[in-house]
């Protein structure tokens, strides 16, 4: 069964600091697509990045990036010049093919002035 | 394009009762999901359909049920609340041009449901 696993329940961090959240999943599927979503008190969950199993290149946004190592199944986020916005809960999701989302626990980051 | 949209954002109920929220997708997406969250629980999957069919169910019991129409919106409802049902109920939608297809899923602002 797929499994999303986030091991930092929460995190600090500077502004204008860069900031790394983990997640490692397990599959044995060799298809599947990575997502990282972020969600503000308001609750709203806000896609961020995505990442494809069989890309080769890591995934970028703006200030997101996701470093991924398929061998390690790993699918760690990494925001660059945290923001005050950034506060938030993330969550790193995955989907494999005819299945649903599976959802990490999450990792509340609180960036400070 | 608007996004996704769901009513009512908050609702209050008694227990015993039953509610039904309502989520219409992004225009054009096929593919709509429902989660509850809750502060002990996290992120749970309750059902996915897709072209008016379920086609994924979580492990929720029968009073948690749901639907979708034919213009892809779709409504859940929860028979006999219990005061264990209060929490955010989120809805996603996809696009899935073709059937399987691995998509972002894109969600609505949730409806917060308290259940005294």
């Known amino acids: 069964a797929q499994k999303i696993t986030q091991t930092q329940p929460g995190m600090f961090v500077q502004e204008k600091e860069a900031v790394t959240l983990d997640c490692t999943y397990d599959?044995?599927?060799?298809?599947?697509?990575l997502f990282w979503y972020k969600q503000p008190s308001s609750g709203e969950m806000i896609f961020l990045i995505y990442q494809g199993s069989y890309d080769e290149q890591n995934a970028t946004e703006g200030r997101y990036s996701l470093n991924f190592q398929k061998a390690r199944k790993s699918a760690n986020l990494v925001i660059s010049a945290s923001q005050l916005g950034d506060s938030a809960m993330y969550f790193c999701a995955m989907k494999n093919y005819g299945q649903n989302f599976v959802f990490g626990p999450g990792t509340r980051l609180s960036v400070l002035p | 394009k608007a996004g996704v949209t769901q009513t009512p954002r908050y609702l209050i109920k008694t227990r015993g009762q039953q509610v039904t929220l309502s989520c219409s997708p992004i225009s054009g997406h096929r593919s709509v999901s429902w989660y509850q969250q809750t502060p002990g629980q996290g992120l749970q999957f309750l059902f996915e359909y897709f072209s008016e069919t379920q086609r994924n169910k979580g492990n929720f019991p029968g009073r948690f049920s749901g639907r979708q129409f034919s213009n892809s919106r779709s409504e859940m409802n929860v028979s006999t609340l219990e005061l264990g049902d209060s929490a955010l109920y989120l809805c996603?939608?996809?696009?899935?041009?073709?059937?399987?297809?691995?998509?972002?899923?894109?969600f609505g602002p949730g409806t917060r449901l308290l259940v005294l």
């Open positions: 996603a939608s996809s696009l899935e041009l073709r059937q399987g297809k691995l998509e972002t899923q894109y």
């Open positions: 599959t044995s599927d060799q298809s599947y697509g």
